[in-house]
């Protein structure tokens, strides 16, 4: 099993509708959660990050992350065709005096004009 | 733009080959990561700098090897090539070295070994 599973997708939306990303861990280990969009052929960029669980708003994105069940989410307001991208769930944890990085597979989203 | 400048940006090399990588970070960032992004595996971990200091190690073959320079650029090692290599390596920065909460990603060396 896998420490941290996203569906690959593809997702297709229209264009103004409410986007949900999701991602589950199995170790309970993981402090930060992070949320990357990646264009075609481009390096990823941060679009958010959270240390605890609950909301974090930026904008049209809201992160949740949810410890108990180890599920962490991304949602995308009014989602534009500029937001078509894979989106990448990241968590690292702090294990005996170094850190563990991992990332999900990602999502490809593609919102429809 | 983010500011991490990764060279080359293409490379095709045969296999049992050694190529490197380098990495120059964002003005101000002392932490270097590297990672692989291939299709089947998603973007795995290799390793991390800090100021100079191995501080965090993930999925690296024993046939890759990395450093970072009193300069902080960075260079990854990639030596005996095989075929299943073949990915994009993507370094990113960040100030400190504790998470990557705020870590900014180069454009990638898209890697293919024939």
């Known amino acids: 099993q896998k420490e941290v599973e996203q569906d690959p997708g593809p997702l297709s939306v229209p264009e103004g509708a409410i986007v949900s990303l999701n991602c589950t861990y199995s170790n309970s280990a993981f402090q930060y959660f992070m949320w990357y969009r990646q264009y075609s052929r481009k390096g990823p960029e941060l679009l958010m990050y959270t240390y605890s669980s609950g909301n974090k708003e930026d904008g049209r994105f809201t992160a949740q992350v949810d410890k108990s069940s180890k599920y962490i989410s991304l949602f995308i307001r009014d989602s534009q065709p500029s937001d078509s991208a894979t989106y990448l769930c990241a968590m690292s944890a702090r294990v005996t005096g170094t850190y563990k990085y991992i990332f999900g597979t990602g999502t490809r989203l593609k919102v429809l004009a | 733009d983010s500011g991490v400048t990764q060279t080359p940006k293409h490379l095709i090399t045969a296999t049992g080959q050694r190529v490197t990588l380098r990495c120059s970070p964002r003005s101000g960032d002392l932490s270097v990561y590297w990672y692989q992004q291939s299709l089947d595996q998603g973007l795995q971990f290799l390793i991390q700098y800090y100021n100079g200091e191995e501080r965090a190690k993930g999925n690296i073959l024993e046939r890759f090897s990395a450093q970072q320079f009193p300069d902080l650029h960075s260079e990854l090692n990639l030596s005996s090539l095989e075929l299943g290599d073949s990915a994009l390596y993507f370094c990113?920065?960040?100030?400190?070295?504790?998470?990557?909460?705020?870590?900014?990603f180069g454009q990638g060396t898209r890697l293919t070994v024939v």
């Open positions: 990113a920065s960040s100030v400190g070295w504790g998470s990557n909460t705020e870590a900014f």
